[in-house]
């Protein structure tokens, strides 16, 4: 089986970390593409292109893909809209890069993709892994607060290199400013999943109450509760 790892870095601050994860999956078998120059030009809109574009420099079967990027907007928005094209995601935390900022012609759309608006109601599987410690988890921690976000990520480490995730081939539509927004893989595939884009209302102040700590303690999510211990530590002094 060919297993693919698709690079999309941009401005990395933390280079040795960035080109630590790639090593890693380098070193269990994965093909490296790395697309460099993301710029203006970007979309974000097209990862099938990119996707196909990766799978024509091997001459292997491609039966995993896996994607790889510090930028937030990418990584977030993908791993709803092309959820179900792509086995694994993985995200390097890095500073925010302010990535969208008008680049995109739907940059307000992406902007609530990529802060999972609506995802309550999405048909979602897997988790984004993040390489998440002790000094870099500041970062990324509100994100992961808010509507209980924590439970779509998981750690790096626990990575599973000899085991796909297998997905069911699903295609999104999303309803947004009166529009239709629909990304299509396959023309195949039957299954859909309609999600309302609608602004969050104000989310409310954290409360650690049982139903969370049934959460937090779910096997799932324990990788979260450390970093959940020092920020509320913080807060309370």
């Known amino acids: 089986m060919k297993k693919l790892l698709l690079v999309f870095p941009y401005q990395v601050k933390d280079e040795t970390e960035f080109n630590r994860i790639i090593d890693k999956f380098d070193n269990e078998g994965y093909g490296i593409v790395n697309f460099n120059g993301i710029d203006s030009e970007f979309d974000i809109g097209q990862l099938p292109l990119y996707i196909e574009h990766a799978k024509e420099q091997v001459k292997n079967k491609v039966e995993r893909i896996t994607i790889l990027s510090n930028v937030k907007e990418i990584i977030f928005s993908w791993y709803r809209c092309y959820n179900s094209l792509v086995n694994e995601f993985v995200y390097c935390i890095d500073e925010d890069k302010d990535f969208l900022n008008g680049k995109e012609m739907y940059t307000d759309f992406y902007y609530r993709l990529s802060n999972f608006i609506g995802i ?71 299954k859909q999943d309609m999600v309302a884009l609608t602004k969050r209302k104000k989310h409310e102040n954290f409360k650690l109450n049982n139903k969370l700590k049934r959460k937090l303690f779910n096997e799932d999510n324990l990788y979260f509760v450390p970093f959940l211990v020092i920020e509320l530590y913080k807060q309370s002094n």
């Open 120 to 190: 309550d109601n999405e048909y979602i599987q897997g988790n984004i892994y993040i390489n998440i410690d002790f000094e870099n988890y500041s970062s990324l921690i509100k994100f992961l607060l808010i509507n209980n976000n924590f439970k779509y990520f998981d750690e790096l480490t626990n990575f599973d290199f000899n085991k796909e995730l297998k997905k069911e081939k699903v295609k999104k539509r999303y309803h947004y400013n009166n529009q239709n927004i629909v990304f299509e893989t396959d023309k195949e595939i039957k």
